[in-house]
């Protein structure tokens, strides 16, 4: 872990890879070396998992915490998403405002 850089996790392009890449880095330590914000954070009851949406300079990233593996994913969205449940409808696609409507 402390041969990795953030430059270089920031250059692989294999999403699974790079989420092994930041655990053995460390969350927090690399949210920091890279000057993330937080935007917003819930707990989205529909996936079970606690988000944080988070902004470096160039990036926004959907962070979400997996309650049965306890593995943390960061998903890139884009720039002009402010909010974890805007994030959540960009990646689903708008699946995830469906299902809430129909329950």
């Known amino acids: 872990p ?4 953030k430059e270089e996790i920031a250059s692989t392009a294999n999403v699974e890879i790079r989420r092994i890449m930041i655990e053995q880095y460390g969350w927090r330590r690399y949210l920091k070396d890279v000057g993330a ?3 917003d954070r819930r707990k989205n009851d529909i996936e079970a998992t606690e ?4 902004r470096t300079e160039d990036t ?3 962070l979400c915490a997996c309650p049965s593996t306890a593995k943390v994913f960061a998903l890139p969205v884009p720039m002009e ?3 974890c449940r805007a994030a959540q409808l960009w990646l689903s696609g708008g699946l995830s405002e469906r ?3 129909a329950s």
């Open 51 to 54: 988000e944080v949406l988070a």
């Open 81 to 83: 998403i402010t909010s």
């Open 37 to 39: 914000k937080v935007l």
């Open 60 to 62: 926004t990233l959907l």
């Open 99 to 101: 299902v809430v409507s």
């Open 2 to 5: 402390e041969s990795i850089s």
